[in-house]
């Protein structure tokens, strides 16, 4: 079964610094037939305005990952950690037991545009931990390469979540088939430009929900980056 969701239904908040689109229930925004999928629970499409950002604040019990597209977020957080997060580079903060932390856009005239997700952990009062890769644009180009799993294979960063995280680029004729698990859920969000997805014509901030599905197939990119997620059912 494959169930659209249109980027101009999502929740919408206008912060003026801050533009929220937010794929689930968050926040102000209540939706009870857009709650989660599996254990995914938000996508929130943001874009930072130069010199703002989110204050020192605290989560538990999620795993947090953060995908830049454009500019460059500011970490920091109550492990000690700061680090800037670009452009190709997947960071994951477990809270676990809780977690403090800020981010922010330091630049003076760019905005930072990026996903942040929220998947449900397997275990609840984990200790907090953070991790950082980068993945090369080559590694994404016309395939999709994985950048979060429950055991870190092939290089991903490691989330506490029966649930697997891949990010691909297709333009043109690239193209991809990848063979789906039917008793799992999969979820595709195209981040900016156009994709077919099963037949589907998908633009940014378009998703597509599969359940019972045996097959996923991108194609017809026109500058496309697509996050694709495995989850239990």
Known sequence: MLTLRKSDERGHADHGWLQSFHSFSFAEYHDPAHMGFGPLRVIND???????G??????????????????KLTHKDSLG?????????VQRMSAGKGILHSEFNHA??????LLQIWILPTERNLRPSYEQ?????????G????????????????????????????????????ALDPARKAYVHVARGSLVVN??????GDALKLEGESQLTLSQGQQAEVLVFDLAA
Do not use: C, N, W
């Not at 943001?46 to 010199?51: H, M, T």
């Not at 950690?81 to 580079?89: K, Q, R």
């Not at 037949?199 to 940014?204: E, I, R, S, T, V």
């Open 46 to 52: 943001d874009v930072i305005a130069p010199g703002r």
């Open 54 to 71: 989110f204050g020192m604040h605290g989560h538990r019990d999620m795993e947090i990952v953060t995908y830049v597209l454009q500019g």
């Open 81 to 89: 950690t700061g680090a800037d997060i670009l452009p190709g580079e």
């Open 108 to 113: 003076l005239y760019e905005p930072v545009h």
């Open 133 to 141: 890769t980068h993945f090369s644009e080559s590694e994404k180009r």
């Open 143 to 178: 395939r999709l390469r994985l950048v979060a799993s429950p055991d870190g294979r092939e290089g991903s960063v490691t989330i506490h979540a029966d649930a697997s995280l891949s990010a691909g680029l297709f333009d043109g004729d690239e193209h991809a088939d990848v």
């Open 199 to 204: 037949g589907q014509a998908l633009q940014a």
